[in-house]
């Protein structure tokens, strides 16, 4: 990571959040549709990793290891 400057920053105030999230997702009450808004294969990671914040239209992003 420090090769390519990136920095990894970890959060655990929120950890007892993710059963309840888990469990709105899985029943249908989360539409996790509207939260991914680009679909990215792994040759274009790169634009992938930009995307957020060069159009703020996408929100999150996923790179697909096949097209």
Do not use: C, Y
Not at 36 to 42: D, S
Request: glycine share 8%.
């Amino acid at each position: 990571m420090q090769r390519w400057e990136i920095d990894l920053n970890a959060s655990f105030r929120s950890a007892h959040a993710f059963p309840t999230a888990v469990g709105l997702a899985a029943s249908g009450r989360v539409d996790l549709a509207g939260v991914l808004t680009g679909r990215f294969a792994l040759d274009e990671a790169p634009a992938a990793l930009r995307a957020p914040g060069a159009d703020p239209r996408h929100l999150k992003v996923v790179v697909r290891p096949r097209g």
